[in-house]
């Protein structure tokens, strides 16, 4: 098995992971979880591992909701403003 970072080194370097990264890695994390052939060590350092790599995909994915939800309502906002006079609310 490859040199796990410490503690310290796996949050600092989940940092500047894409989404895809992290997920791609999170995965080969639980599969060799799952393979259960790891020492109690190794398992507690894949567990970290894949608990800061969870961590940062959460990020991602609340990020890109925010970011998702500002282009909503921008366009909801944009919408309001060029209705005609006059025209009824879809709502």
Known sequence: MDVMPTT????????????????????????????????????????????ALARRCEEWLIGAKARLDAARAGAVAGDAGSAPTGASDPE
Not at 26 to 38: F, I, N, Y
Request: proline share 0%; glycine share 4%; charged share 35%.
């Open 8 to 51: 310290e080194d796996k949050s600092l370097s989940t940092a500047t992971l894409s989404y895809e990264e992290a997920r791609d890695e999170l995965v080969r994390v639980v599969a060799e979880l799952e393979q259960g052939s790891s020492t109690l060590e190794q398992s507690i350092a894949l567990w970290e591992r894949g608990e």
